[in-house]
């Protein structure tokens, strides 16, 4: 049978292989099974009541008998997925036993030939020691064929085949055939489909555990990549917050040589240089302590090592025009509307803030293009100045619908709120009624409190 059984795998490549294990069941799984066989014995009881209350006295096993022999066809299912060999060989015993003509109408009962199913089935789909349980199935099988055999040719079927058992038959088999024949094929089918079941079940869980190991393998290999993504986008923004501090230290270090040239002959000239430079410096400590704040570490993985120098100069709000002709290319017209509170304040803007509003206008325009149907879009800039200070807004909309099967990442989308966390901004994100989705940012100036 071991040999069988690798020609089988050989042979169907579905099968588990022969050395894998099915996962032991659970212990509410186990107290289940003896809560169903004590309710499936208890319903075997009555059905048989109901079957000697319509069989003559004297034609059938006494009450005790026949309570005994259901309880070893259908008790051991109590324990059918804990140890399913043995209970199979139990209830195969019981079956042999009960065969006998005092006890047939007992075992031939629908939840006795249920319960004898159940366990020659469980065996097959739970057994983990598989080669002790095609022995122990080629034991059975060949006990019923024998058994088969012989109530064929010394029981009381031959003989009542010899009297012909139908004076006029309809078929035009011999009856001294198809008695047999009807009865091989009815345990052909008992046997086998018990045996095809089992195996069924046996192969979805193996498939069932292959599933799972590469779910946990996806999930760990996502959550991989998208610490990838994260340390990436991190690091990219540390380069561009580099260069704009480095902008500012420069600047203080030309206001403070200017200020100590002109402190004798010009004092008030020092002054307003002296207040540049306190400007610059605020600027400067304030973008650190945002780049502290959302780099608390640093990837390993740098895609361009030792390039800062190739690098082109970052954008700004002035390279608008150019990100919706890009946008335009790709399908998606933009209409662009700005209103300033102060003439030309976008352009007065610290080079890290019209950075940052750079990027999430591009983010936020690609999230309309890859998971929105729609083909046009609105990019609003606004400025204004409140209780705490001047901010800065944009907000992108459309009339769309979300597109089938285009969920994202979410990179970009936390790249956005990272952006805006820098500058102690505000983001909302989400659907718009009736239709369509908006993405808006307000940014604060240096030196303005958190807020809205």
């Known amino acids: 049978m071991h040999r069988l059984s690798q020609l089988l795998h050989r042979q169907v490549p579905s099968l588990p292989p022969a050395d894998w294990e099915r996962e032991a069941p659970s212990a509410a799984s186990l107290r289940r099974d003896i809560a169903v066989a004590l309710g499936f014995y208890l319903l075997a009881l009555l059905m048989l009541e109901l079957v000697l209350s319509l069989t003559e006295a004297g034609k059938s096993a006494e009450r005790p008998l026949a309570f005994a022999l259901l309880a070893a066809l259908i008790l051991p299912l109590m324990f059918r997925r804990r140890w399913p060999i043995t209970m199979m060989l139990i209830s195969s015993a019981a ?31 739970w057994a983990r020691n598989r080669r002790a349980l095609w022995t122990a199935m080629a034991l059975v099988l060949l ?90 986008e991190r690091l990219r923004i540390a380069r561009e917050l580099h260069d704009v501090i480095a902008h500012h230290i420069a600047s203080v270090g030309v206001q403070a040589s200017a200020a100590r040239l002109v402190q004798d002959r010009d004092p008030a000239q020092a002054i307003e240089l002296m207040r540049g430079i306190e400007s610059s410096a605020r600027s400067a400590v304030a973008e650190t302590r945002s780049l502290l704040g959302v780099l608390r570490e640093q990837s390993p993985q740098d895609p361009e090592p030792g390039n800062t120098a190739a690098r082109a100069p970052e954008p700004s709000l002035a390279a608008l025009p150019g990100l919706l002709e890009q946008n335009a290319a790709h399908g998606l017209g933009v209409q662009l509307s700005t209103d300033e509170h102060a003439p030309d304040f976008f352009a007065s803007l610290a080079p890290g803030l019209s950075l940052a509003l750079y990027r999430i206008c591009g983010e936020a325009l690609a999230n309309v293009r890859r998971h929105s149907t729609a083909r046009t ?19 992108v909309t459309d009339e769309g ?33 009736p239709r369509g989705w908006r993405t808006r940012a307000r940014l604060r100036l240096p030196g303005a409190p958190e807020g809205n």
């Open 95 to 125: 079956f042999l036993i009960g065969s006998s003509p005092a006890t047939a109408t007992i075992v031939m009962q629908f939840c006795a030939q249920l319960a004898y199913f159940l366990g020659l089935y469980t065996a097959v789909a």
């Open 143 to 232: 006990s019923m064929a024998v058994w088969l055999v012989l109530s064929f040719f010394t029981g009381d079927l031959y003989s009542a085949a010899n009297r012909l058992l139908v004076e006029n038959p309809m078929g035009s088999i011999p009856e001294e055939l198809a008695l047999p024949l009807y009865s091989f094929l009815i345990n052909v089918l008992f046997f086998g489909g018990a045996i095809f079941l089992g195996l069924t079940s046996w192969s979805n869980s193996y498939a069932k555990s292959l599933v799972l190991v590469q779910a946990a393998r996806i999930a760990a290999q996502a959550e991989e990549l998208a610490e990838r993504a994260v340390n990436a």
């Open 377 to 395: 879009a609105t990019l609003a800039l606004r400025s204004g100045a409140d209780a705490q200070g001047s901010w800065v807004e944009v907000e």
């Open 401 to 433: 619908v979300p597109r089938p099967d285009s969920a994202g990442s979410g990179f970009g989308l936390r790249g956005i709120r990272e952006r805006a966390a820098l500058h102690h901004g505000l983001v909302e994100i989400g659907p718009r009624i």
